[in-house]
């Protein structure tokens, strides 16, 4: 009996000793945090353009997203660079000049953006590139959005502001509407 009890003793000593250990939730904390900021940066980044309630887009069958480029917007009462007022609709239409100077003077200022913009993507699709051939980097891009009730002789007098600016590819904004067929 004496044998056991020692015995017994011992086991149940050494079973003090022994502390049950708890999950450590510090590596699994560290990750979910990585996570958590991945998906909070990411998350802004799916549309390159959200329209202002103000314009109206026209519809489009169109299948690619736009990119991230520099934004002009055209409203009824006036034209908008990088959200930036910049002249008013009307004196644009009175005005008898194909390139609006003013127009021009604010493209101009926001060049720097856009050729940043056009080698980062050159950058990203350096890959896609060389398996296609193309080289040399990738111009300036412009994205208007427009009211769809915007006259044309207004937009084109835009669109020559803008290429006297610089940019060489300008894209109108459209809203995606399901394919037919």
Known sequence: MRHESRRMKRMARSHKRKKTSGMNLTSLMDVFTILV???LT???SNEALEPPKVI???????ETKPRETVTLMVTAEEILVE???VIATSEVLESEEVVI???KQAMTAELGKAIGIAQASATENEGEAEMEGEQGPEPPEVN???DRGIPFSLLKKVMSSCTEAGYTKVSLAV????SQG
Do not use: G, M, R, W
């Open 37 to 39: 900021f991945f998906l």
């Open 42 to 44: 990411n998350t802004s």
């Open 56 to 62: 109206t887009l026209p519809d489009s069958v169109v």
């Open 83 to 85: 959200s930036k007022s």
């Open 101 to 103: 100077d003013v127009i």
């Open 144 to 146: 208007i959005l427009a």
């Open 175 to 178: 809203i995606q509407k399901a």
